[in-house]
């Protein structure tokens, strides 16, 4: 008895002492008499939510909304609702159904709190942590999940957006693809340098109050909740769509659509999002992801921006600019088809007429000149004039437009190979070397053309299947020598600057590899048309954006010929050329291999200069001394077997002194200065020689502050990489 009593006491004090803890423990864990109701119940105490608490409970979200969680939550008051159902001509919340209901509830709601301090902080994943300020987008709990779309056939099929970039791995199975929502925080507009007018172009009747939403403005900002914060604001807001969404619904911009459609869509059939379709509808009907070609700028339906990291959409989005259809396919038919005829017959030209429209970034319409497309190049719109329709998107910026984005590819020279098929040789060569630098429109360019037919009869063409250019006529040179030879053609076939009249003028030019071309009356000379004496001619001409094309009869060649040779050419035979005398002492002296016509001291691939005293000036140089001859008569002496050593050494140094090392200058007023020759001094040091350049006269100076003036009119003759000129006296080193 003595037991049981003794057990029974302690289970009365073991029941007693565990209601006690339970006690405390209820006391310690219990909801805070301070902590704030949960969203759906502080809505309830403020009184003026009446019809968004209407949508949350036919929504289904009161649950949600009313425990545990952590959102933010615009949340439009009665009044805002008032003037959403005079706008849409509903009676009343009863004539809102479930879907809509539900669709305004999750747009609403974005995921995790944030007041409006923090609103603007871009969630980074990286080690820098939150970035504050830079952020004007947040995700949403809605995504529109599985639609109807067709096929190019004209099928009807069940699809889901893409939510990646690209054709490779366009969707992924656990993520929604959840809509954005845009607002606008002082913090960062003043951030970025954007205004009132900014928020403005896009919504007009509403006023910039340093916190709006959309078209909203927050009228109580930073409601505490137990499950979020709740930010009260003016206007209901329905889902914004989605780039191609809008697109879908805009007739009037259907021809750039259709380019998409054709050529950039693909519906890829997937298992995964077949599976959770079936799960979701009992529907057996397969699900085809909507993907954009990789070559594009970004997806038009990727909400996720890049999703290089998890929250990268906060701080970016897409831009679009899309022409209407009638400016389109006037200029498709005047510029990008002029030659093609259809896109069908080059496919390629749709990519870069759809990017040039795209930025990866977004463009606000007070940046519109400092904010440059998936191409590289600004928007070329007048924020006033060209654009007709602008809105703020789930994932984007979209402006619709009275105008094309007139892009490089189809407004400079570089135009003229791109966009017209029988240069194809030449427009590889452009690729290869010099596409961005003949396409920049601040520079000025002259392109003399290149057809394939002038290159195929001369040899030239290109192997698709080697990948290599190929050559008929060039022996046995390998094929890296033949794509150096055509890009040498081709250097020489563009001219830094703008030869906008070549009819009834003269001159000479440098061309972009450094070697030079002379005109006369629309025919245009290289020294490799001058050395085998053609005449290539000017057929027509085009203006471009950057400069003028020239259409020619042929090609403007390279020579092989050494500047030896074309200096013994210039002197002739008698003194009748006053480069005679200079061409004698040159081909009696030992730094001249007749040959190879090489001058000892030069290299193939150089530039040079050649300063060619007249025969007066040779004359004189023997009077004084300087050159072997009659001192009295200043007849020269080039017999070299009578010279003395002293004398050869003296011929050899004179020549030397009298070309201009790795540098070509004409009198064009661009280059002056002091240049190396090829002469050395006994300590290997260069000899130089002052150039004073002035457009149409040239002074050379040399080391004894001797004068010489280029006689221009027998100047500025063609050699290998070199130009060659006569002075009226000689140089003194």
């Not at 004539?95 to 209901?101: A, C, E, K, Q």
């Not at 190979?417 to 429109?441: G, W």
């Not at 050494?562 to 730094?591: C, E, M, P």
């Not at 221009?712 to 070199?722: E, I, P, Q």
Request: hydrophobic share 35%; with cysteine; charged share 15%.
């Amino acid at each position: 008895m003595n037991t049981t009593m003794k057990r029974m006491a302690g289970f009365l004090a073991a029941i007693v002492l565990l209601a006690g803890c339970k006690k405390k423990f209820d006391e310690y864990y219990e909801r805070p008499d301070s902590l704030e109701p949960a969203i759906y119940q502080q809505l309830q105490g403020k009184g003026n939510f009446k019809h968004l608490l209407a949508l949350i409970d036919r929504s289904g979200y009161k649950q949600t909304l009313s425990t545990a969680g952590y959102w933010t939550m615009f949340a439009p008051n009665d009044e805002a609702f008032a003037k959403f159902f005079q706008d849409r001509g509903i009676s009343g919340v009863d004539r809102i159904d479930s879907t809509l209901s539900q669709a305004i509830v999750k747009y609403l709601l974005t995921y995790n709190a944030f007041t409006k301090e923090t609103l603007d902080d871009y969630q980074s994943n990286s080690t820098s942590g939150w970035v504050p300020n830079i952020a004007f987008r947040r995700r949403t709990a809605y995504y529109t999940g599985f639609y109807d779309d067709t096929l190019q056939s004209g099928q009807v099929v069940k699809a889901i957006q893409s939510n990646r970039n690209g054709t490779t791995n366009p969707y992924v199975s656990a993520d929604n693809n959840n809509k954005h929502i845009t607002y606008f925080t002082d913090v960062y507009m003043n951030g970025n340098g954007l205004s009132a007018a900014d928020y403005n172009y896009f919504y007009p009747n509403s006023q910039f109050s340093g916190f709006n939403v959309l078209e909203a403005k927050v009228v109580t900002k930073d409601i505490a909740a137990e499950n979020g914060i709740i930010h009260e604001i003016d206007r209901v807001i329905t889902p914004l769509p989605s780039i191609d969404e809008y697109l879908r619904g805009k007739p009037e911009y259907s021809e750039f659509k259709k380019l998409y459609d054709k050529y950039m869509v693909s519906f890829l059939l997937n298992e995964s999002a077949t599976n959770r379709f079936k799960l979701i509808s009992g529907s057996n009907s397969p699900v085809y992801v909507k993907a954009f070609n990789s070559s594009l700028a970004f997806s038009l339906n990727n909400e996720n921006f890049f999703r290089l990291t998890d929250n990268d959409a906060q701080q970016n989005a897409w831009s679009i600019f899309v022409p209407k259809n009638d400016v389109l396919l006037d200029y498709v038919k005047r510029v990008v088809l002029e030659y093609y005829g259809s896109f069908d017959n080059a496919p390629f030209l749709v990519t870069d007429l759809l990017n040039a429209h795209m930025w990866q970034s977004p463009v606000w319409p007070t940046k519109f000149n400092t904010t440059n497309n998936f191409v590289g190049e600004e928007a070329r719109f007048n924020a006033q004039t060209d654009v007709i329709d602008r809105k703020i998107l789930s994932n984007g910026i979209f402006y619709g437009t009275s105008k094309v984005q007139d892009a490089n590819v189809f407004s400079t020279v570089y135009s003229r190979a791109y966009l017209d098929p029988k240069y194809s040789i030449m427009l590889r060569l452009l690729n290869t070397d010099l596409k961005f630098t003949v396409s920049y429109p601040q520079s000025r360019f002259t392109l003399f053309m290149m057809p394939d037919a002038v290159l195929r009869a001369a040899g030239y063409d290109f192997n698709t299947a080697s990948n290599s250019f190929t050559c008929t006529t060039c022996g046995s040179a390998s094929s890296e020598t033949i794509r150096q030879n055509l890009l040498r053609i081709l250097n020489t076939s563009v001219i830094p600057g703008d030869l906008s009249n070549l009819s009834n003028t003269s001159g000479i030019a440098e061309s972009y590899n450094g070697e030079y071309i002379k005109w006369n009356n629309n025919q245009v000379i290289s020294v490799g048309t001058q050395d085998n004496n053609q005449t290539v001619r000017v057929d027509s001409s085009r203006v471009t954006k950057n400069g003028t094309v020239y259409y020619l009869n042929g090609l403007l060649n390279f020579t092989t010929v050494n500047i030896g040779t074309h200096i013994i050419r210039l002197g002739g035979t008698s003194t009748a050329s006053d480069f005679y005398y200079f061409s004698q002492f040159l081909n009696a002296s030992s730094v001249y291999t007749s040959s190879t016509g090489e001058i000892t001291g030069t290299t193939a691939g150089t530039s040079y200069t050649v300063f060619a005293p007249s025969n007066a000036a040779i004359m004189q140089a023997v009077k004084d001394g300087v050159l072997p001859g009659n001192t009295t008569t200043g007849v020269p002496n080039v017999t070299a077997s009578t010279w003395s050593s002293l004398q050869k050494t003296q011929v050899e140094n004179f020549i030397l002194y009298h070309v201009l090392a790795k540098r070509t200058v004409v009198p064009n007023g661009k280059e002056s200065g002091a240049f190396e020759t090829l002469l050395k001094n006994a300590a290997g040091e260069v000899v130089p020689l002052t150039v004073i350049n002035q457009v149409g006269t040239m002074q050379v100076n040399d080391v004894n502050n001797r004068r010489a003036q280029v006689v221009v009119a027998k100047s500025n003759n063609l050699s290998n990489r070199t130009v060659i000129h006569l002075i009226d006296n000689y140089l003194k080193f």
